[in-house]
């Protein structure tokens, strides 16, 4: 089955600086990512998500990038605030299965 | 705001217990997922339905775990007997088909067993 690494675990970032959270997936078939972020005690909430036909795609202060050949996609977040500290789960579709990366757990510090 | 809907919130129950979560997903959608997350890990799939059948449930433990989805739209997921490394959180998620469309997530369920 489809098999999804996620690096780094942790990332702690000053307030204001950017983060960057990165993907490899294993199945060539995939043909969907998207990028979840999860507070404590809730469920996960989409962020942003890109389809194999595209390489970026950026919304606001987020922004992904996807890498076919290499079978890597990046998850970008610039200007960083205290709210955008959160676990952030990376994921890729291969047929109707959906399969998650382990999270990175981010920290903004002010 | 439409939202997946996951009962109880917090659940403890003894080892060697039935335990049982319901979930009821965005009206319209065909797809339900039922994922496990143990703390400090990504949810792991554990069954999958479209509509009434089920598509997916290669990692469901089926010597105690059971899902059914009987008339295509909310969705039980028991165990029977829980253990204690099923304490986890169980979390459910729909989507309207597959392929390109968002999964919601519920808020899930967090079973503690004792």
């Known amino acids: 089955g489809e098999n999804v690494e996620q690096h780094p675990s942790t990332l702690s970032v000053q307030e204001g600086d950017s983060a960057v959270i990165k993907c490899t997936y294993s199945?060539?078939?995939?043909?969907?990512f998207p990028w979840y972020k999860q507070e404590l005690g809730k469920g996960p909430q989409l962020i942003i998500d890109i389809r194999s036909n595209v390489g970026e795609k950026k919304d606001q202060r987020i922004a992904v990038t996807l890498n076919k050949t290499a079978k890597h996609f990046s998850l970008h977040i610039t200007e960083t605030q205290p709210e955008d500290s959160a676990v952030y789960f990376c994921?890729?579709?291969?047929?109707?299965?959906?399969?998650f990366g382990k999270g990175t757990s981010l920290l903004v510090t002010p | 705001e439409a939202e997946v809907a996951q009962s109880p919130r917090y659940k403890i129950t003894e080892k060697s217990q039935a335990v049982a979560f319901w979930c009821d997903p965005i009206s319209g959608h065909a797809t339900l997922y039922w994922y496990r997350q143990i703390l400090g890990q990504g949810p792991e799939l554990l069954v999958q339905?479209?509509?009434?059948?089920?598509?997916?449930d290669s990692q469901l433990p089926k010597d105690r775990f059971s899902a059914e989805r009987l008339k295509g739209v909310d969705s039980t997921l028991k165990i029977q007997p829980a253990e204690l490394g099923d304490s986890a959180m169980y979390l459910c998620a729909s989507s309207f088909r597959g392929g390109y469309t968002e999964a919601f997530f519920g808020q899930g369920t967090r079973l503690t067993v004792v």
């Open positions: 199945d060539s078939a995939s043909n969907y």
């Open positions: 994921a890729a579709r291969v047929g109707e299965a959906l399969n």
């Open positions: 339905f479209q509509d009434e059948s089920v598509v997916d």
